[in-house]
T-cell receptor, first 110, second 114 residues
Protein backbone atom coordinates (compact mmCIF):
# COMPACT_ATOMS: atom_id res chain seq x y z
CA UNK A 1 0.00 0.00 0.00
CA UNK A 2 1.87 3.02 -1.31
CA UNK A 3 -0.68 5.45 0.23
CA UNK A 4 -0.27 7.93 -2.61
CA UNK A 5 -2.39 8.45 -5.71
CA UNK A 6 -0.90 9.45 -9.03
CA UNK A 7 -2.36 9.55 -12.54
CA UNK A 8 -1.20 6.48 -14.48
CA UNK A 9 0.10 8.49 -17.42
CA UNK A 10 0.73 12.01 -18.69
CA UNK A 11 2.10 13.64 -21.82
CA UNK A 12 4.19 16.78 -21.99
CA UNK A 13 5.55 18.69 -24.97
CA UNK A 14 9.31 18.95 -25.17
CA UNK A 15 10.56 22.25 -23.73
CA UNK A 16 7.43 22.82 -21.67
CA UNK A 17 7.09 22.40 -17.93
CA UNK A 18 5.90 19.00 -16.75
CA UNK A 19 3.69 19.16 -13.68
CA UNK A 20 3.17 15.78 -12.04
CA UNK A 21 0.54 15.66 -9.29
CA UNK A 22 0.41 13.39 -6.27
CA UNK A 23 -2.32 12.99 -3.70
CA UNK A 24 -1.35 11.94 -0.18
CA UNK A 25 -4.41 13.01 1.75
CA UNK A 26 -3.68 10.88 4.83
CA UNK A 27 -0.10 11.97 5.27
CA UNK A 28 1.01 12.46 8.85
CA UNK A 29 2.98 15.39 10.18
CA UNK A 30 6.36 13.68 10.24
CA UNK A 31 6.17 12.00 6.83
CA UNK A 32 8.31 13.25 3.99
CA UNK A 33 7.30 13.26 0.35
CA UNK A 34 9.90 11.75 -1.96
CA UNK A 35 10.03 11.67 -5.75
CA UNK A 36 11.95 9.14 -7.77
CA UNK A 37 11.90 8.26 -11.44
CA UNK A 38 12.81 5.15 -13.36
CA UNK A 39 13.89 5.33 -16.96
CA UNK A 40 13.06 2.06 -18.70
CA UNK A 41 14.63 -0.70 -16.57
CA UNK A 42 17.39 1.38 -15.03
CA UNK A 43 17.73 1.83 -11.30
CA UNK A 44 15.32 4.37 -9.78
CA UNK A 45 16.81 7.86 -9.67
CA UNK A 46 16.31 10.19 -6.72
CA UNK A 47 14.83 13.54 -7.72
CA UNK A 48 13.81 15.52 -4.66
CA UNK A 49 12.09 15.30 -1.28
CA UNK A 50 10.43 17.63 1.21
CA UNK A 51 8.45 17.83 4.42
CA UNK A 52 6.30 20.96 4.31
CA UNK A 53 8.22 23.66 2.50
CA UNK A 54 8.63 23.89 -1.23
CA UNK A 55 11.95 22.58 -2.44
CA UNK A 56 14.05 23.16 -5.54
CA UNK A 57 17.20 21.54 -6.83
CA UNK A 58 18.98 21.29 -10.16
CA UNK A 59 16.53 18.68 -11.42
CA UNK A 60 13.12 19.82 -10.29
CA UNK A 61 10.88 21.74 -7.92
CA UNK A 62 8.54 20.23 -5.36
CA UNK A 63 5.44 22.16 -4.38
CA UNK A 64 3.63 20.87 -1.28
CA UNK A 65 0.21 22.30 -0.45
CA UNK A 66 -0.21 24.02 2.88
CA UNK A 67 -2.40 21.20 4.22
CA UNK A 68 0.20 18.71 2.91
CA UNK A 69 -2.48 16.57 1.32
CA UNK A 70 -1.01 16.86 -2.14
CA UNK A 71 2.14 17.83 -3.95
CA UNK A 72 3.35 18.59 -7.46
CA UNK A 73 6.68 17.77 -9.01
CA UNK A 74 7.70 20.31 -11.63
CA UNK A 75 10.27 19.62 -14.32
CA UNK A 76 10.76 23.15 -15.67
CA UNK A 77 11.84 22.34 -19.24
CA UNK A 78 11.07 18.75 -20.11
CA UNK A 79 13.33 16.95 -22.55
CA UNK A 80 12.96 13.59 -24.26
CA UNK A 81 15.33 12.14 -21.66
CA UNK A 82 12.76 12.93 -18.97
CA UNK A 83 10.46 10.23 -20.34
CA UNK A 84 10.17 7.84 -17.40
CA UNK A 85 7.90 6.50 -14.68
CA UNK A 86 7.73 8.98 -11.81
CA UNK A 87 7.02 7.75 -8.28
CA UNK A 88 5.67 9.83 -5.41
CA UNK A 89 6.42 8.19 -2.06
CA UNK A 90 5.57 8.92 1.56
CA UNK A 91 8.25 8.14 4.08
CA UNK A 92 8.07 8.59 7.82
CA UNK A 93 9.00 7.21 11.19
CA UNK A 94 8.72 3.44 11.25
CA UNK A 95 8.92 3.34 7.47
CA UNK A 96 12.60 3.25 6.73
CA UNK A 97 12.07 1.72 3.33
CA UNK A 98 10.73 3.48 0.25
CA UNK A 99 7.43 1.93 -0.78
CA UNK A 100 6.88 2.30 -4.51
CA UNK A 101 3.43 2.37 -6.07
CA UNK A 102 2.62 2.29 -9.75
CA UNK A 103 3.73 5.85 -10.45
CA UNK A 104 2.99 8.11 -13.42
CA UNK A 105 4.37 7.26 -16.82
CA UNK A 106 5.45 10.60 -18.28
CA UNK A 107 5.93 10.74 -22.03
CA UNK A 108 7.72 13.81 -23.39
CA UNK A 109 6.57 14.43 -26.94
CA UNK A 110 8.84 16.12 -29.53
CA UNK B 1 26.31 7.27 -11.94
CA UNK B 2 24.79 6.87 -8.47
CA UNK B 3 27.95 5.44 -6.91
CA UNK B 4 26.20 2.18 -6.00
CA UNK B 5 27.74 -0.81 -7.75
CA UNK B 6 25.94 -4.07 -8.33
CA UNK B 7 27.42 -7.24 -9.74
CA UNK B 8 26.81 -9.15 -11.86
CA UNK B 9 24.70 -7.13 -14.28
CA UNK B 10 23.12 -10.23 -15.78
CA UNK B 11 22.73 -13.74 -14.44
CA UNK B 12 21.14 -16.77 -16.06
CA UNK B 13 20.70 -19.88 -13.99
CA UNK B 14 18.56 -23.00 -13.76
CA UNK B 15 15.70 -23.75 -11.43
CA UNK B 16 16.79 -25.15 -8.09
CA UNK B 17 20.12 -23.37 -8.14
CA UNK B 18 21.52 -20.79 -5.73
CA UNK B 19 22.98 -17.40 -6.66
CA UNK B 20 24.58 -14.49 -4.83
CA UNK B 21 24.09 -10.88 -5.84
CA UNK B 22 26.57 -8.31 -4.62
CA UNK B 23 26.16 -4.63 -3.79
CA UNK B 24 28.81 -2.04 -2.97
CA UNK B 25 27.23 1.07 -1.45
CA UNK B 26 28.33 4.63 -2.03
CA UNK B 27 31.36 5.65 -0.04
CA UNK B 28 30.30 6.59 3.48
CA UNK B 29 26.81 5.13 3.28
CA UNK B 30 25.93 2.85 6.18
CA UNK B 31 22.53 1.64 5.05
CA UNK B 32 21.75 -0.79 2.24
CA UNK B 33 18.38 -1.77 0.81
CA UNK B 34 17.39 -4.57 -1.55
CA UNK B 35 14.44 -4.42 -3.94
CA UNK B 36 12.94 -6.84 -6.44
CA UNK B 37 11.21 -5.70 -9.60
CA UNK B 38 9.27 -8.18 -11.65
CA UNK B 39 6.90 -7.33 -14.49
CA UNK B 40 3.73 -8.00 -12.57
CA UNK B 41 4.75 -6.79 -9.10
CA UNK B 42 6.54 -3.49 -9.53
CA UNK B 43 9.31 -2.50 -7.13
CA UNK B 44 9.05 -4.57 -3.97
CA UNK B 45 11.12 -3.87 -0.87
CA UNK B 46 12.94 -6.93 0.41
CA UNK B 47 15.23 -5.96 3.27
CA UNK B 48 17.33 -3.16 4.74
CA UNK B 49 20.59 -3.24 6.68
CA UNK B 50 22.22 -0.51 8.70
CA UNK B 51 25.87 -0.82 9.67
CA UNK B 52 25.75 -4.59 9.54
CA UNK B 53 22.46 -5.06 11.35
CA UNK B 54 19.08 -5.89 9.84
CA UNK B 55 16.81 -2.86 10.23
CA UNK B 56 13.66 -3.62 8.25
CA UNK B 57 12.24 -6.58 6.42
CA UNK B 58 9.70 -6.57 3.64
CA UNK B 59 8.22 -9.34 1.55
CA UNK B 60 11.36 -11.40 1.43
CA UNK B 61 10.92 -15.12 0.87
CA UNK B 62 12.47 -17.61 3.27
CA UNK B 63 14.55 -18.92 0.36
CA UNK B 64 16.21 -15.52 0.19
CA UNK B 65 18.69 -14.15 2.68
CA UNK B 66 20.98 -11.17 2.89
CA UNK B 67 23.78 -9.79 4.96
CA UNK B 68 25.92 -6.68 5.25
CA UNK B 69 29.59 -7.18 5.89
CA UNK B 70 31.99 -5.10 8.04
CA UNK B 71 33.23 -3.27 4.93
CA UNK B 72 29.53 -2.37 4.35
CA UNK B 73 29.07 -4.26 1.11
CA UNK B 74 26.01 -6.45 1.01
CA UNK B 75 25.05 -9.74 -0.57
CA UNK B 76 21.63 -11.12 -1.41
CA UNK B 77 21.48 -14.89 -1.57
CA UNK B 78 18.69 -16.55 -3.52
CA UNK B 79 18.32 -20.31 -3.22
CA UNK B 80 16.10 -23.06 -4.62
CA UNK B 81 15.39 -20.73 -7.48
CA UNK B 82 12.06 -20.86 -9.26
CA UNK B 83 10.99 -19.45 -12.62
CA UNK B 84 9.05 -16.75 -10.78
CA UNK B 85 12.22 -15.42 -9.20
CA UNK B 86 13.24 -14.02 -12.57
CA UNK B 87 13.38 -10.28 -12.01
CA UNK B 88 15.52 -7.20 -11.68
CA UNK B 89 17.14 -6.93 -8.27
CA UNK B 90 18.17 -3.46 -7.15
CA UNK B 91 20.35 -2.38 -4.31
CA UNK B 92 20.22 1.13 -2.85
CA UNK B 93 22.28 2.87 -0.22
CA UNK B 94 21.91 5.91 2.00
CA UNK B 95 23.94 7.60 4.68
CA UNK B 96 21.84 6.57 7.67
CA UNK B 97 18.63 5.13 6.28
CA UNK B 98 16.56 7.65 8.17
CA UNK B 99 13.43 9.17 6.75
CA UNK B 100 15.19 12.41 5.77
CA UNK B 101 18.02 10.78 3.85
CA UNK B 102 17.74 10.03 0.18
CA UNK B 103 18.62 6.58 -1.10
CA UNK B 104 20.58 6.05 -4.30
CA UNK B 105 20.03 2.99 -6.45
CA UNK B 106 22.41 0.85 -8.43
CA UNK B 107 21.73 -0.27 -11.98
CA UNK B 108 20.49 -3.65 -10.89
CA UNK B 109 21.12 -7.31 -11.55
CA UNK B 110 18.86 -8.97 -14.09
CA UNK B 111 18.25 -12.54 -12.99
CA UNK B 112 16.79 -15.03 -15.43
CA UNK B 113 15.83 -18.46 -14.13
CA UNK B 114 15.35 -21.07 -16.85
Amino acid sequence: DAKTTQPPSMDCAEGRAANLPCNHSTISGNEYVYWYRQIHSQGPQYIIHGLKNNETNEMASLIITEDRKSSTLILPHATLRDTAVYYCIRRGAGSYQLTFGKGTKLSVIP
Amino acid sequence: DSGVTQTPKHLITATGQRVTLRCSPRSGDLSVYWYQQSLDQGLQFLIQYYNGEERAKGNILERFSAQQFPDLHSELNLSSLELGDSALYFCASSTTGGMNTEAFFGQGTRLTVV
